[in-house]
């Protein structure tokens, strides 16, 4: 069973940083891709970035310049620098991941249960 935790939300002032964090565990083959998705009340989930094995990364336009994804394959870990928050980013943050264990061979998503990040102005 393949759980994903995530931590490092919280309240920032805009302007300010944060860093996000998830660890998987459980067994896991590989990880083809780690990624961020937030949800902010009354919209869609939507992708912030996400992260190839090859470390080839990709970014919603809202947050280009400003967040910075990154990856540690060896331990299942994903990360997400918050720079210059705004007060659109506050959502709930789930972390994501397309790997392969021993329930899919092919491969799976896998979903954290999400961290809050409020900023305020």
């Known amino acids: 069973q393949v759980q994903l935790v995530e931590s490092g939300g919280g309240l920032v002032q805009a302007g300010g940083s944060l860093r996000l964090s998830c660890a998987a565990s459980?067994?896991?083959?590989?990880?083809?891709?780690m990624g961020w998705y937030r949800q902010a009340p009354g919209k869609q989930r939507e992708l912030v970035a996400d992260i190839s094995y090859g470390g080839i990364t990709n970014y919603t336009d809202s947050v280009k310049g400003r967040f910075t994804i990154s990856g540690d394959n060896a331990k299942n870990t994903v990360y997400l620098q918050m720079n210059n928050v705004k007060p659109e980013d506050t959502a709930v943050y789930y972390c994501?991941?397309?790997?392969?264990?021993?329930?899919?061979?092919?491969?799976?998503?896998?979903w954290g249960k999400g961290t809050l990040v409020t900023v305020s102005s």
């Open positions: 994501k991941i397309y790997a392969k264990t021993p329930g899919n061979f092919y491969g799976a998503n896998y």
């Open positions: 459980g067994t896991i083959f590989s990880t083809y891709t």
